[in-house]
């Protein structure tokens, strides 16, 4: 079975605040993906990375870096310089070798004050 | 650009009545999927196609159906809404699903069902 944990149900921050979403998976299979997803008010989900699970390489893409430890079962997102933009709900999801599906997290509401 | 079209936005119905939701692609991916989001919550597979070939969730209940009459369109029946069924419903693409399953998807807007 798989799942996923987003401890963190609601942060507010104000802007330019760094802030970290955290992610905690569970899965029997080796070979598995991650992936982050931003859904803004919008409504659309927006694929941000995506991760397997033999590439333990953090990752940075502009304000956004992604944590990758197996050791910990976790796949943590960080935003640094907050920006009001940023403000929307973040989605962690795992698929693993043995699934059929993507099971995501139930998801962080993350509100940058200006 | 929007790739993945849902319409309407929103939609109304009535307890009871037949309702459909719409979605297009332009991305030719052979994959396309609904989700049903309720409020706060994370977004539920309700089934999916790959080609013409119709995979249904084991959980979803016999109230939902599902049409992809060609690659670029796909339809969602709702043959008795219930006020449970008020959700957002999310149509979402991938290029390949058995190919391998680090395929991104691309979702829509989304169409927010409210039940009357």
């Known amino acids: 079975a798989q799942k996923v944990t987003q401890a963190q149900t609601e942060i507010s921050v104000v802007e330019k605040e760094d802030v970290t979403l955290d992610c905690v998976y569970e899965t029997r299979d080796t070979t598995y993906y991650l992936f982050w997803y931003k859904q803004p008010p919008s409504g659309e989900l927006v694929f941000l990375i995506r991760r397997n699970s033999f590439d333990e390489q953090n990752e940075i893409s502009g304000r956004y870096s992604w944590n990758f430890q197996k050791s910990t079962s976790s796949f943590n997102f960080t935003i640094t310089a907050s920006q009001v933009v940023d403000s929307a709900v973040y989605f962690c999801a795992l698929i693993g070798g043995s699934a059929r599906q993507l099971t995501f997290g139930s998801g962080t509401q993350l509100t940058v004050l200006p | 650009d929007a790739m993945v079209i849902q319409n309407p936005r929103y939609q109304v119905t009535q307890f009871g009545k037949p309702v459909t939701l719409s979605c297009s692609q332009t991305?030719?991916?052979?994959?396309m999927y609904w989700y049903q989001q309720k409020s706060s919550q994370a977004p539920k597979l309700l089934f999916h196609y790959y080609d013409k070939d119709f995979n249904n969730e084991a959980d979803t209940p016999d109230n939902f159906q599902s049409r992809r009459p060609n690659t670029s369109f796909c339809f969602l029946d709702i043959r008795s809404p219930g006020l449970g069924d008020a959700a957002m419903y999310l149509c979402?693409?991938?290029?390949?699903?058995?190919?391998?399953?680090?395929?991104?998807?691309?979702f829509g807007s989304g169409t927010q069902l409210s039940v009357l």
């Open positions: 991305l030719n991916h052979n994959v």
């Open positions: 979402a693409t991938s290029r390949d699903v058995r190919g391998g399953k680090d395929e991104k998807l691309f």
